[in-house]
């Protein structure tokens, strides 16, 4: 396999694992901290993607973390494989929840015009799995670069 940036076990993989779980994370904080955010499915199914991506980025970013301490680049074919099928699956889930958010914060706050106070963290939360699916798709194109490179 070649060495590209963002290869698992290097500083770049493990910079792109770190924010994709500090912008999830951010997601699910701002969200949490409004009271009637379970009224809404979208915004309920965008905690569990969020949290889901939270878990696989954290389990990641250690074992990115490992490697590094270790020196080691994890070029094994199965565990890039699984890499690339998590950071697919994780992604799919992550836009999925991220677009029906904001679907919903267009009809309902703008649109309607029926934004209370707590629109600014729904907002921001939307925005901030955005940004999480941005590092998670980088990470996923690098995988399957990884593996199409063999």
Known sequence: MKDFPGTPGTFTALTLRVLQFSFAAGSIVCITTTPDFFQYTALSYLIASMALQVIWSFGLALLDAKALITKKILHNLVLVSLFAIGD??????????????AGLLILYFRDIG????????????????????????ISSLIMFWLLAAG
């Open 114 to 137: 029926k934004c209370q106070s707590d629109c600014l963290n729904y907002w921001m939360s939307t925005t901030l799995a955005f940004m999480s699916w941005v590092m998670v798709e």
């Open 88 to 101: 697919w699956v994780t992604g799919i889930l992550s836009l999925a929840a991220a677009s029906a958010s």
